[in-house]
C-alpha cells in the first residue's frame, strides 16, 4: 500500500496521560500535514512541515502539543497531559510542492481517533 | 463570517435525481479550490480539483465563480454510492505553506 498510512488508528487514554501518533507519508511527498477533526465539522489545519522543517502551527496547536518530522519522512505528533478536549479524529495529510507553492492535492491517511477518558 | 462555508444539509434524494451543493470562501486571494468526499468515520478522499473554466468528471461537475467566491458541485444521476458528506475545501495562500480550509461539509443521502 503505498498509501498515507498512520498508526495507532484508535487510542483511548486516560486524562492527564501522554499519547504520541506516528503518519507515514506518500513516500515522494515532501510536505506533510496535521489535522484535527471533531463529529460535525470539517478537518481543522494543526501543522505543516515542508520536508523537516515545521513551517506553521495553528494557534489551535497549545503548548501541549508538539509534532516533529526528523528526517523528513514520517511524522509523530505527541499530545501532552490530554484533556476530554482533545478527543477527536487526528488526520495527517501529504503532497508534493515546495515553498512558497500551492494548490497541490493531498492525500490523507485513515487517521488516528483520540478518546480520552 | 466563516473562511469556508457550507449547506450542513442533510440533501435526502432519490436514485436518479441530480443535486447541486453551493459552497462560499472568504478570502478572494484564494487560488486553489476542491471538493473532497468523506464517509462515515473515514478519511476525506479528493474528488475533484476546481479550475477557473469548470471541469467535470463522469457525472460531477465542479464550477468556480471567482466575482462571487463562489464554488458548486454538480452531480447527476445520483446512486445510492454517492451517500457521504461533500467537503467543500479552499487553499490559504501565504508565503510558506498550502494548508487547506475545510468547509463543515454537506451530507448527502441517496435513497432508493
Known amino acids: 500500500d503505498t498509501g498515507v498510512s498512520q498508526d495507532p488508528r484508535h487510542k483511548i487514554t486516560k486524562r492527564g496521560q501522554n499519547v504520541t501518533f506516528r503518519c507515514d507519508p506518500i513516500?515522494?511527498?515532501?510536505?506533510l500535514y496535521w489535522y484535527r477533526q471533531t463529529l460535525g465539522q470539517g478537518p481543522e489545519f494543526l501543522t505543516y512541515?515542508?520536508?523537516?522543517?515545521?513551517?506553521?502551527k495553528s494557534r489551535l496547536l497549545s503548548d501541549r502539543f508538539s509534532a516533529e518530522r526528523p528526517k523528513g519522512s514520517f511524522s509523530t505528533l505527541e499530545i501532552q497531559r490530554t484533556e476530554q478536549g482533545d478527543s477527536a479524529m487526528y488526520l495527517c495529510?501529504?503532497?508534493?510542492?515546495?515553498?512558497?507553492?500551492?494548490?497541490?492535492?493531498?492525500?490523507f491517511g485513515p487517521g488516528t481517533r483520540l478518546t480520552v477518558t | 463570517r466563516k473562511e469556508v462555508e457550507q449547506d450542513p444539509g442533510p440533501f435526502n434524494v432519490p436514485e436518479g435525481a441530480t443535486v447541486a451543493f453551493n459552497c462560499t470562501y472568504s478570502?478572494?486571494?484564494?487560488?486553489?479550490f476542491f471538493w473532497y468526499r468523506q464517509d462515515c468515520r473515514k478519511e476525506p478522499k479528493l474528488l475533484m480539483s476546481?479550475?477557473?473554466s469548470g471541469n467535470e468528471d463522469g457525472r460531477f461537475t465542479a464550477q468556480l465563480n471567482r466575482a462571487s467566491q463562489y464554488i458548486s458541485l454538480l452531480i447527476r444521476d445520483s446512486k445510492l454510492s454517492d451517500s457521504a458528506t461533500y467537503l467543500c475545501?479552499?487553499?490559504?495562500?501565504?508565503?510558506?505553506?498550502?494548508?487547506?480550509?475545510f468547509g463543515q461539509g454537506t451530507t448527502l443521502q441517496v435513497k432508493p
Open positions: 475545501v479552499v487553499n490559504i495562500p501565504s508565503s510558506n505553506t498550502g494548508k487547506l480550509i
Open positions: 478570502n478572494s486571494a484564494s487560488q486553489s
Open positions: 512541515f515542508q520536508n523537516e522543517a515545521q513551517l506553521e
Open positions: 513516500s515522494e511527498h515532501n510536505r
Open positions: 476546481v479550475y477557473s
Open positions: 495529510a501529504s503532497s508534493l510542492g515546495a515553498v512558497g507553492d500551492w494548490g497541490y492535492e493531498q492525500y
